[in-house]
């Protein structure tokens, strides 16, 4: 379980400043008000690990930046509940599980959740992930909260296109545009709403599809995965996402990625600054779960490199030029060991 914003209060003092026993004392009347989470942040202290929980790194960055700015958003997977994917003890069409996941992200100052979406019948088992995310915008609608679809681009080399486009249109009628039900909660930047695409074969001819989109008000901004100067003519913007430096070769773990978001941040505020652009932060990496694997990792380093991750934006992106969003890579990616909803490991 996460910790809610009253642990926080009681936990944030323990875990900044509890590295002593008299410390400990005198704040312990404080941490019997908030419970067993609390007790949890009491064990991190007295076992020489003052590490900060998921909930406070998330809050300093949300609420330093000037009006709220990074927009603190999550990466959210919407297959669980399929036999081709782990139990991890909800369904992804359970109502009250999907609720209660806007809650939580929302106590940590998540604001949307960019939801990983394959489109509608396009491919053999995918259905779950549209009823899910129809869900989650219904639920977000009622909850003040905002998502938005991270398109999967086909890896059919001859169909691809025009699978983005009958997607896309799809989303367009029943999720994104003005008339669709829901459509409150879904994402906007300056009043255009926002379509990640992951890109998977790379056979996609965006210019075609931009074309298809061309009758669409307002007209949606498309963020492409990684900055891609090829793509840049016709993307709105680019997001981040977990990478190590150099591949994924190295054994340890140790290289968390430090080269490749100082390159994508310095690219973004110096070459494509009229682009919109999304940083992300994540926990870790290990696919060991996923029947995908392909045997990556990085290493948590005992909460350190989510922390760090969280930071580098701030070299780029002062004050007064903030960047607009920060995706948080992910929210329950539990297969690429990805996930914060339960908290982020320490050691």
Not at 59 to 87: C, T
Not at 132 to 160: G, I, N
Not at 315 to 327: D, G
Request: net charge negative.
């Amino acid at each position: 379980m996460l910790f809610s914003s009253e642990n926080n209060i009681a936990a944030g003092f323990l875990i900044e400043f509890g590295v002593s026993l008299c410390r400990f004392k005198s704040l312990l009347g404080a941490c019997r008000a908030a419970g067993l989470l609390c007790a949890l942040a009491m064990l991190l202290v007295l076992t020489g690990c003052p590490r900060q929980n998921s909930a406070q790194s998330l809050k300093r960055v949300d609420l330093r930046a000037p009006e709220g700015q990074p927009m603190m958003l999550a990466a959210y997977q919407a297959w669980f509940g399929q036999s081709n994917h782990i139990n991890v003890g909800y369904s992804s069409l359970d109502r009250v599980a999907l609720a209660h996941q806007i809650d939580e992200a929302k106590n940590l100052g998540i604001r949307g959740f960019a939801v990983n979406w394959y489109g509608s019948g396009r491919t053999s088992g995918k259905d779950l992930e549209d009823r899910s995310y129809a869900l989650l915008q219904s639920l977000a609608a009622e909850k003040d909260f905002r998502v938005a679809l991270m398109y999967d681009e086909s890896e059919d080399p001859v169909h691809s296109t025009d699978e983005a486009i009958r997607d896309l249109t799809y989303a367009w009628e029943h999720y994104v545009s003005p008339q669709a039900p829901g459509s409150s909660a879904y994402l906007t930047y300056h009043d255009r709403p926002m379509i990640f695409i992951f890109q998977k074969g790379g056979h996609t001819d965006w210019k075609r599809v931009r074309e298809a989109m061309s009758s669409w008000n307002p007209q949606p901004l498309l963020l492409y995965k990684d900055v891609a100067p090829d793509k840049a003519n016709v993307m709105d913007g680019f997001y981040a996402w977990v990478h190590p430096d150099h591949g994924w070769t190295q054994a340890d773990g140790k290289d968390w990625g430090e080269g490749y978001l100082n390159y994508f941040y310095s690219k973004m505020s110096s070459k494509y600054s009229d682009k919109v652009a999304v940083g992300a932060a994540w926990p870790g990496f290990n696919d060991s779960k996923a029947s995908w694997s392909r045997n990556r990792h990085i290493d948590p380093r005992c909460g350190k490199t989510f922390d760090d991750s969280l930071r580098v934006f701030r070299r780029y992106y002062p004050e007064s030029n903030p960047l607009p969003f920060l995706l948080i890579v992910t929210w329950n990616d539990y297969e690429e060991g990805t996930a914060i909803e339960q908290g982020i490991p320490h050691c």
